[in-house]
Structure formats: structure tokens, C-alpha cells
Nanobody, 121 residues
Framework: QVQLVESGGGLVQAGDSLRLSCVASGGTLRTYTMGWFRQAAGKEREFVAVIRRSGGTYHADSVKGRFTISRDNAKNTVYLQLNNLKPEDTAVYYC???????????????WGQGTQVTVSS
């Protein structure tokens, strides 16, 4: 059973960048489709980006051109590069693992504890 641990969140100003990392243990990352989701206070969890086992990616329209998901299977790590951050990006960011391709959070069986990203204007 894979365990996921996110890191890299923080408090930044609008326009700044962050790189989130998600390290997997107890399993081989290359086996899974990996996704990033976020949840702002008082809102539902929403899809951010997903990367296939083959490396193909898909990003939500709200982050396309600003965020980039990538993976390093040798390091058992998935990344989310966040550029040109906006206040509306403020949320807890979660990585998750699934055995199938999906943008729906309910299809992901393994989750990290989340990392807080706060963007001030």
C-alpha cells in the first residue's frame, strides 16, 4: 500500500512560484496515475492536474499555462510547479494515486496529508 507525503507549500505573494513535491513509499510510483487536487476553505475538492504512468499530462483550465505536473519515477516523486500564483490559488494541495486515468477525486484511492499554499495579493 503506497503512502504519499507532500511538501513545498508556503505563504507567497501573487506572481511568485512554488514547487510542490509528493514522495511515495511502500509502493512503486510508476505503477500509478498520479494526480494533484486542491481544496480551498469552504469549497469542494477540485482537480488540478494528472500525469499518466506513461508521462502524459492534463491540467485543469484554471491552471493551464501556469502549473505543470511532472514525475521522476527513479525518485518515486511527483511534482507540481506553480508559477504566476494568484490569490484564488490559495488552498490545501493534495497528491493522490490511482490505478486508472481520471480527473475525479473519488477515483483515487491513496492520498497524502496535504500541503497549504497561501497566496497574498
Amino acid at each position: 500500500q503506497v503512502q504519499l507525503v507532500e511538501s513545498g507549500g508556503g505563504l507567497v505573494q501573487a506572481g511568485d512560484s512554488l514547487r510542490l513535491s509528493c514522495v511515495a513509499s511502500g509502493g512503486t510510483l510508476r505503477t500509478y496515475t498520479m494526480g494533484w487536487f486542491r481544496q480551498a476553505a469552504g469549497k469542494e475538492r477540485e482537480f488540478v492536474a494528472v500525469i499518466r504512468r506513461s508521462g502524459g499530462t492534463y491540467h485543469a483550465d484554471s491552471v493551464k499555462g501556469r502549473f505543470t505536473i511532472s514525475r521522476d519515477n527513479a525518485k518515486n516523486t511527483v511534482y507540481l510547479q506553480l508559477n504566476n500564483l494568484k490569490p484564488e490559488d490559495t488552498a490545501v494541495y493534495y497528491c493522490a494515486a490511482s490505478l486508472s486515468w481520471s480527473t475525479r477525486w473519488s477515483d483515487y484511492g491513496y492520498w497524502g496529508q496535504g500541503t497549504q499554499v497561501t497566496v497574498s495579493s
